[in-house]
């Protein structure tokens, strides 16, 4: 029998899937929060964990038949732990993860991406599984007034299919999102939490740099000081793992034996910069290079100089043709 997490709707050539389907492994042990943060998704499972109790024990499911999905919202900057915390509250109830990319379930062919979106709710009923749409404004985002191009039209009717199985589904859905400002407004009321996650402080940052080495097996030397780390570089979680994996790669290269290589707290420092590095090239746009591409000033004036001539070429041509 064939697994039914391969027969969810994909395209033309039916290898795409269209969600990828995790068994949790990390849970709320392995994630470092600020202390708001960490209350409002304790908030959020206490939701999950009594729902049965008030939805059907209390009676309130014949009162309100629609609108039963627990919808969470995880906002904040990449890297702050949005999806390890998606993945803990599956690991927390126990449930397999489906997790959902706008760029897996869209299609070329018009209509068959709410397609893919209802078949996500489908495999997600089949499997009680949490379901998890990252970058979830790409899908939610706000619908369009113009109906002039089919595309609008497409992604209007992505955003209806998924409100109305919003409305429909009894399970955990979880939107990640760094732009949570452009969600359709008819989400909000269907959202019973907001969890802001914010830049981790300087205590939070230490214990990140800490849990990211083996306990045992990790050779770090005596001049490493997390603490340095943590005051000197206002990072996200993410950056320092990144920064982390560098550091090792590293402290691997140099020449030696294995048995006398550790990562030293250079290694670290030079790690973090890289990935700072990395960021600010990947936050170059048009904006910020316009200073520098701007013409020298003989440049400009010889192109200003062909420009007028060129004119007046044209400007004589039309002259003479009268």
Known sequence: MSNPLLRVFS???????????????????????????????????????????????????????????????????????????????????????????????????????????????????????????????????????????????????????????????????????????????????????????EMPGVDEREQIWRVQMHPTLTPLAGDVDFRALAETYTVSGGDIRNAVLKAAMAAASEPGGDALKAIHHRHLEAGIRDVLAGKRVMQQSLFHTEKRTRLPGTALATLIGITALLVALAALIIALLR
């Open 11 to 197: 395209s033309l050539t039916e290898s795409r899937r269209v969600v990828e389907a995790t068994l949790p492994r990390r849970s709320f042990d392995d994630v470092i929060l600020p202390s708001a943060t960490r209350r409002a998704l304790d908030q959020a499972l206490a939701h999950v964990t009594s729902h049965d109790l008030i939805f059907n024990r209390w009676g309130l499911g014949e009162r309100h038949p629609t609108g039963l999905a627990l919808a969470f919202n995880f906002a904040g900057p990449p890297g702050t732990g949005k999806t390890i915390c998606a993945e803990a509250v599956a690991h927390a109830l126990g449930r397999r993860l489906l997790v959902v990319r706008y760029a897996e379930v869209e299609s070329m062919w018009m209509g068959a991406t709410p397609k893919n979106v209802s078949a996500v709710f489908r495999l997600a009923r089949e499997e009680n599984a949490v379901v998890l749409f990252d970058e979830a404004d790409a899908i939610a985002s706000r619908r369009s007034a113009s109906l002039e191009h089919g595309f609008l039209r497409e992604a209007n009717t992505v955003v209806n299919v998924l409100l109305m199985e919003l409305e429909t589904f009894n399970g955990v859905v979880i939107f990640a999102t760094n732009l949570a400002a452009n969600f359709d407004p008819a989400f909000e009321r269907r959202i019973r939490t907001h969890v802001l996650f």
